[in-house]
């Protein structure tokens, strides 16, 4: 049973550029929410999608945006990046955006590095 | 805004001992307090779930404790091995607040020395 997984581990890119990551939900789970880790710090909410629509946003500006598919896969996309927007980015899945254990499943995280 | 607040950032202990991490938060309890380790450059992995009306929570070695007078959860890892080395979150969630959005405390880096 995979568990989720996230692409690519590793990216660099410059300030201004545009980034698309990728996460695959775990098999069962039908909800998907980004979190962004910066170093030294814990991870902080970014949005969560369910049913093919935002659910939820945290207190991130909208050039981050997402997208997910019938097959509940997302997308995280960050236009006009900065060089603060560099940070682990992790994609977690749950069966549900109601389900009461309440717990989350982890990818491993996108590295991005903003130059 | 809520604040959540983990006792130190990084705890050393002798193997064997117990280890005792500190969450502590801000304004109105939340409905559940989750912990997660995570290792470096991994994303993080649930470990336990305790909600507002439950006093404590065990899973084999690790313990929970949630104390909604003191704004506090301590999380114990007993009889502490190498292993056991990582980075500890504490996450409430808050109803109303939505679904499975977790507020994440910074993590308390626990380093056990054989």
């Known amino acids: 049973d995979a568990g989720v997984t996230q692409s690519p581990t590793h990216l660099i890119k410059t300030r201004g550029q545009q980034v698309t990551l990728r996460c695959s939900p775990k098999?069962?789970?039908?909800?998907v929410s980004w979190y962004q880790q910066a170093l030294g710090q814990g991870p902080q909410f970014i949005f969560q999608?369910?049913?093919?629509?935002?659910?939820q946003r945290g207190n991130f500006p909208d050039r981050f945006s997402g997208h997910q598919f019938p097959n509940y896969s997302s997308e995280l996309n960050v236009n006009a990046l900065l060089l603060g927007d560099s940070a682990l980015y992790l994609c977690?899945?749950?069966?549900?955006?109601?389900?009461?254990?309440?717990?989350?499943?982890f990818g491993e995280g996108s590295r991005l590095t903003v130059l | 805004s809520q604040k959540i607040e983990q006792n130190s950032e990084a705890l050393n202990i002798q193997e064997g001992k117990t280890a005792t991490l500190t969450c502590n938060y801000t304004?109105?309890?939340?409905?559940?307090l989750q912990w997660y380790r995570q290792d470096p450059g991994r994303g993080p992995v649930f470990l336990l779930l305790?909600?507002?009306?439950?006093k404590e929570k065990r899973k084999e070695r690790l313990k929970v404790t949630f104390d909604t007078t003191l704004k506090q959860s301590l999380f114990h890892i007993t009889a502490s091995q190498p292993a056991d080395s990582a980075t500890y979150l504490c996450?409430?969630?808050?109803?109303?607040?939505?679904?499975?959005?977790?507020?994440f405390g910074k993590g308390t880096k626990l380093s056990v020395i054989p």
């Open positions: 977690a899945s749950s069966p549900g955006p109601t389900a009461n254990t309440g717990e989350l499943f």
């Open positions: 305790i909600r507002e009306n439950e």
């Open positions: 098999s069962g789970h039908d909800t």
């Open positions: 999608y369910y049913e093919e629509e935002e659910r």
């Open positions: 304004n109105y309890s939340p409905a559940y």
């Open positions: 996450a409430p969630l808050y109803s109303g607040a939505g679904s499975y959005q977790l507020t």
